[in-house]
């Protein structure tokens, strides 16, 4: 080691089991215990490195940064103002699943799974600055794709969405929603199995979910990603502020805040979504799920962004209106009890020819229930926010 470098001990946040050393790591003595690249593969070689490794530091303040997207990261994209966000979202999933695919089977080639995960990262940003009400809903109401793909996609919009206002820098935002789109990787194999099965988990498959964001962590450093933040989302997005989660059972601040923003929209999109041995909950049975865990699973401030955000009733929530027509939310006021709906039943449960828009805030119409989301019609999102289709020349 040349002199313009000195050791200092590892810290128990900068280090994970299954990631790849970003630097050499010395004893306090100086002598060499793992080089740069090794791969941290079990829970000795973890304990033995935090108890006993030191890493160098530049002397000059500012080289010392995590690896991440480049210096000239990408912005979000600016769409037009006709763009239709539930196509470019249902075009974002045939993406994820070919790049999955070629993650799986080891055909990517040196760079690629960063560049193109950071693209598609910027273009979900790019959609929830052009219409956040829109893409918000397609979370409650879009089953276009498998759910290995609309999971990854929804908890990403909620994630930017959360990102864009906690003006986090971009730089972060992008290995968060780059995380976010990666979460379960690691048990893609099997996730449809699992989401279709009506009976408890049994011990082996219990061992593979728990050990899911240890095997994604593999499979995207194997496929060249390097970015440190990136994949400690992936390992701890299912870390409870209690210490009741896993892999590793962390608590509190030990918990990166970018991992904890994840797993509330993980949480959140779960519960919207069906099951075969349950339907899927109302927005407003999933938010009231959030708001009791909030301080215990999930980080208390970051819960009530979450749920501000959303509101009483977010976009793509069915409600029954006090003139008894059933609706769809389309669009969150400064009055979070008053949005604006989208009525597409009449009081006899007929569907409206024309569907019609609702200000609740107008006494005749104020929302007077919830409706369960499984005894509504298949409804294309795009007619319910009228957005014009283009026209094929």
Same mark, same amino acid.
């Given at each position: 080691?040349?002199?313009?470098?000195?050791?200092?001990?590892?810290?128990?946040?900068?280090?994970?089991?299954?990631?790849?050393?970003?630097?050499?790591?010395?004893?306090?003595?100086?002598?060499?215990?793992?080089?740069?690249?090794?791969?941290?593969?079990?829970?000795?070689?973890?304990?033995?490195?935090?108890?006993?490794? @030191?890493?160098?530091?530049?002397?000059?303040?500012?080289?010392?940064? !995590?690896?991440?997207?480049?210096?000239?990261?990408?912005?979000?994209?600016?769409?037009?103002?006709?763009?239709?966000?539930?196509?470019?979202?249902?075009?974002?999933?045939?993406?994820?699943?070919?790049?999955? !695919?070629?993650?799986? *089977?080891?055909?990517?080639?040196?760079? *690629?799974?960063?560049?193109?995960?950071? *693209?598609?990262?910027?273009?979900?940003?790019?959609?929830?600055?052009?219409?956040?009400?829109?893409?918000?809903?397609?979370? @409650?109401?879009?089953?276009? @794709? !498998?759910?290995?793909?609309?999971?990854?996609?929804?908890?990403?919009?909620?994630?930017?969405?959360?990102?864009?206002?906690?003006?986090?820098?971009?730089?972060?935002?992008?290995?968060?929603?780059?995380?976010?789109?990666?979460?379960?990787?690691?048990?893609?194999?099997?996730?449809?199995?699992?989401?279709?099965?009506? $009976?408890?988990?049994?011990?082996?498959?219990?061992?593979?979910?728990?050990? @899911?964001?240890?095997?994604?962590?593999?499979?995207?450093?194997?496929?060249?990603?390097?970015?440190?933040?990136?994949?400690?989302?992936?390992?701890?997005?299912?870390?409870?502020?209690?210490?009741?989660?896993?892999?590793?059972?962390?608590?509190?601040?030990?918990?990166?805040?970018?991992?904890?923003?994840?797993?509330?929209?993980?949480?959140?999109?779960?519960?919207?979504?069906?099951?075969?041995?349950?339907?899927?909950?109302?927005?407003? $049975?999933?938010?009231?799920?959030?708001?009791? !865990?909030?301080?215990?699973?999930?980080?208390?401030?970051?819960?009530?962004?979450?749920?501000?955000?959303?509101?009483?009733?977010?976009?793509?929530?069915?409600?029954?209106?006090?003139?008894?027509?059933?609706?769809?939310?389309?669009?969150?006021?400064?009055?979070?009890?008053?949005?604006?709906?989208?009525?597409?039943?009449? *009081?006899?449960?007929?569907?409206?020819?024309?569907?019609?828009?609702?200000?609740?805030?107008?006494?005749?119409?104020?929302?007077?229930?919830?409706?369960?989301?499984?005894?509504?019609?298949?409804?294309?999102?795009?007619?319910?926010?009228?957005?014009?289709?283009?026209?094929?020349?």
């Amino acid at each position: 080691m040349s002199k313009d470098h000195h050791l200092h001990p590892l810290q128990e946040d900068e280090l994970e089991l299954g990631l790849k050393l970003p630097w050499t790591v010395y004893s306090a003595s100086g002598q060499l215990l793992m080089k740069e690249g090794a791969l941290v593969d079990n829970q000795r070689k973890l304990d033995n490195l935090l108890m006993n490794g @030191h890493r160098e530091k530049l002397g000059k303040p500012g080289n010392d940064a !995590e690896q991440g997207p480049p210096p000239d990261e990408p912005q979000p994209v600016k769409f037009a103002e006709n763009t239709n966000p539930f196509a470019e979202l249902d075009e974002l999933g045939y993406q994820l699943k070919t790049l999955f !695919e070629r993650i799986d *089977e080891q055909r990517v080639k040196p760079g *690629e799974v960063e560049r193109k995960f950071y *693209e598609m990262a910027t273009q979900i940003q790019g959609l929830v600055i052009l219409n956040s009400d829109a893409v918000l809903g397609a979370v @409650h109401l879009n089953r276009q @794709h !498998e759910y290995i793909i609309q999971h990854p996609l929804h908890v990403t919009v909620m994630a930017a969405l959360i990102g864009k206002t906690l003006q986090i820098p971009q730089k972060v935002q992008l290995s968060m929603l780059a995380a976010s789109l990666t979460q379960n990787i690691g048990m893609n194999g099997y996730q449809m199995r699992l989401h279709g099965q009506a $009976q408890p988990l049994d011990k082996e498959q219990r061992k593979k979910v728990d050990q @899911h964001p240890l095997v994604g962590v593999k499979m995207l450093s194997e496929a060249g990603v390097t970015d440190k933040l990136w994949l400690q989302i992936v390992f701890q997005h299912h870390e409870k502020i209690n210490g009741t989660g896993y892999p590793k059972k962390l608590k509190g601040n030990q918990i990166r805040a970018e991992a904890r923003i994840v797993a509330l929209g993980d949480v959140y999109s779960a519960l919207v979504s069906g099951r075969l041995y349950r339907p899927g909950l109302s927005a407003q $049975q999933s938010l009231r799920s959030i708001f009791l !865990e909030r301080g215990q699973q999930f980080d208390e401030k970051l819960s009530r962004v979450f749920l501000n955000e959303l509101g009483l009733y977010p976009p793509g929530a069915c409600v029954k209106l006090k003139n008894g027509e059933i609706g769809v939310v389309v669009k969150r006021t400064s009055d979070s009890r008053a949005p604006k709906v989208t009525s597409v039943m009449d *009081e006899k449960g007929q569907l409206f020819m024309r569907m019609q828009e609702r200000d609740t805030s107008d006494p005749q119409y104020a929302l007077v229930a919830n409706v369960n989301p499984q005894h509504m019609p298949r409804l294309n999102p795009t007619l319910l926010w009228g957005i014009k289709l283009k026209r094929v020349s």
